[in-house]
């Protein structure tokens, strides 16, 4: 007698459970630590540094940089995770996420970033985007004063109004 009371009747076609839908998986490979590697690296799938890198990355997935790892050179990946050190260019497509053991030096590109207390970023950020809000695309209301013909002085008011209503 089978769990609960239900009898098994031989010969009897068993039911099959329905397969979970999961999406499709993609290869992950590994730097190990005890390697220094100099080159190009491009391609589809993920990746995770533990050694050292001296080169460029083209990924179309994910990187991530190990806590111990040393990378130089320009990076490229949908997103990027750092937790050890890096020295170059870091464009992802998607995000890039600083642990608090992350040190960069260079230049990040992405549209998205999270940074933990304790990162160390000595560089250039740019967050643009061709998806931007049109607000975000004018330019700020103050011109150049060859342009502009209203006097300095209605500036400075309207600094003024905005420093008393604060006071209140």
Request: charged share 25%; hydrophobic share 35%; proline share 6%.
């Amino acid at each position: 007698m089978a769990l609960f009371g239900k009898k098994k009747t031989p010969g009897a076609p068993v039911a099959a459970t329905p397969a979970k839908a999961s999406a499709p998986r993609k290869d992950i490979t590994y730097f190990g630590k005890n390697m220094t590697i100099t080159g190009s690296v491009s391609g589809d799938g993920d990746l995770i540094i533990l050694g050292a890198f001296e080169g460029n990355f083209d990924l179309k997935g994910q990187l991530k940089i190990a806590q111990n790892a040393d990378i130089k050179g320009d990076i490229k990946a949908d997103e990027i995770a750092v937790n050890g050190r890096v020295e170059g260019t870091v464009t992802a497509r998607n995000k890039i996420h600083l642990d608090s053991t992350a040190r960069v030096k260079g230049h990040m590109h992405t549209p998205k970033i999270s940074v933990l207390e304790g990162a160390v970023f000595d560089g250039d950020l740019q967050m643009s985007g061709g998806n931007r809000p049109e607000a975000a695309k004018t330019t700020p209301a103050t011109v150049s004063p060859s342009r502009d013909k209203t006097p300095p002085s209605t500036a400075r008011a309207s600094t003024s109004a905005f420093t008393t209503a604060d006071k209140k």
